[in-house]
């Protein structure tokens, strides 16, 4: 049976069942078969680093230079 993972933001249930079903629904006419396992991991922006500096670090950064003006 095909896995299917994914990992990202947090999503609130009703995404959640959205992607899963449009994930689901592609790899049933792809493999042509009925099973499908989705596996969603979710990272929350204080678990997730680009560049040397936090996701959530980056975002308040980001929101501050937008409040400003910049």
Do not use: C, F, W
């Not at 991991?41 to 308040?60: A, H, T, Y």
């Amino acid at each position: 049976m095909p896995t299917i993972m994914v990992e990202g933001p947090p999503l609130d249930l009703e995404r959640k069942r959205r992607l899963v079903k449009g994930l689901t629904e592609v790899a049933v006419e792809v493999y042509g078969i009925e099973h499908i396992t989705v596996l969603i991991r979710e990272n929350p922006p204080e678990n997730v680093g680009i560049s040397g500096q936090l996701l959530v670090d980056r975002r308040k950064a980001g929101q501050a230079a937008a409040s400003k003006g910049e």
